[in-house]
């Protein structure tokens, strides 16, 4: 078959080549404690967008780390006899969490679902920190040049934490019976958050993203999702005298460092031919994971629909 990237014998041994902050447990886990002292305030209030026979829909608010008001799409079973699983759901780089119909599936077996609008874009989540350096192309520089805390996807990875503990809340939840499913950007925050929150029960990742970025520029793929790591070398290190700090900088928010954390059973769809998140680097993420895990693998299929995956992820999430 045609390659884009490493055989497929090799793809399954892969590690990455990015480095890990020494000091990578130790980040995460202030990280955490700050989360655990920030009073999420959540606000339920019916929406007007949809008006389900068998559901209740809710825009919910709480508050993120920093103060910032985050968003989310909430729906739940109406008049359920008994508390119920609910997944945790995570948009693609620059989206939203889209609309509300196509949630409803999972409710109609019974599941809540809350969806997720990621800080500063394309939804209603607000993004109030300030930050020193570059902010032009994309999200996972935003806070390079500042203090590791400043990373905004360091923030964004907490707000995934908060909505688990948010949602884990509510009376009409299973707290223990909690899922995460997401692809690209999505993929990579459905394992940041099983990553954050050990307690979740089930995690679906598809081809994610924020994995390896060094295996990125070494494949000459800093572009489309990943032209941000480009245009910060191109700014601030035309000559490359910094990279290592640079990777071992980004390395706080790689998820193949976050992954081994997770304890949920996963499950992910693998793209051999992807070339905006590449195999290896979705295989560093995977091969990371220590918990129960299979991966369905994709041989033609690059950054995409992979068919009957969604059909695959819903079978698996309603065994929550």
Request: aromatic share 12%; net charge negative.
């Amino acid at each position: 078959m045609p390659l884009v990237d490493k055989p497929l014998a090799e793809l399954r041994e892969y590690r990455g080549v990015s480095p890990m902050p020494h000091d990578f447990d130790a980040f995460w886990e202030k990280a955490l404690a700050e989360l655990e002292a920030t009073d999420p305030q959540p606000v339920l209030k019916p929406t007007t967008a949809i008006q389900p026979r068998n559901a209740e829909a809710f825009d919910l608010w709480f508050t993120g780390v920093g103060g910032a008001r985050i968003y989310a799409k909430y729906l739940r079973p109406k008049n359920p006899s008994a508390a119920h699983p609910a997944v945790l759901n995570f948009h693609g780089y620059s989206g939203s969490s889209a609309d509300w119909q196509d949630k409803l599936s999972y409710v109609s077996e019974g599941l809540a679902m809350a969806a997720l609008d990621c800080r500063g874009q394309g939804g209603r989540s607000e993004d109030n920190t300030p930050v020193k350096g570059n902010t032009l192309k994309g999200h996972f520089i935003r806070g390079l040049d500042d203090a590791p805390e400043k990373l905004l996807f360091r923030s964004i990875f907490l707000d995934t934490a908060q909505l688990a503990r948010v949602v884990m809340s509510f009376e009409e939840i299973d707290a223990n019976r909690i899922g995460t499913f997401g692809g690209s950007q999505g993929g990579a925050l459905s394992v940041a958050c099983a990553s954050l929150v050990p307690s979740i029960k089930r995690c679906v990742s598809i081809f994610p993203f924020l994995s390896d970025y060094r295996r990125v520029w070494e494949m000459d793929l800093a572009k489309g999702a990943y032209e941000e790591l480009q245009t910060f070398f191109r700014n601030f290190d035309p000559r490359h005298e910094r990279e290592e700090e640079i990777f071992t900088r980004l390395g706080y928010i790689d998820i193949k460092n976050l992954a081994p954390r997770i304890k949920a059973e996963c499950l992910f769809g693998l793209s051999l031919m992807d070339t905006i998140c590449p195999p290896s680097t979705q295989f560093a993420a995977y091969n990371a994971i220590t918990s129960k895990k299979d991966g369905i693998i994709y041989p033609d299929f690059g950054h995409e629909g992979l068919p009957g995956f969604s059909d695959d992820a819903f079978n698996f999430l309603c065994q929550l």
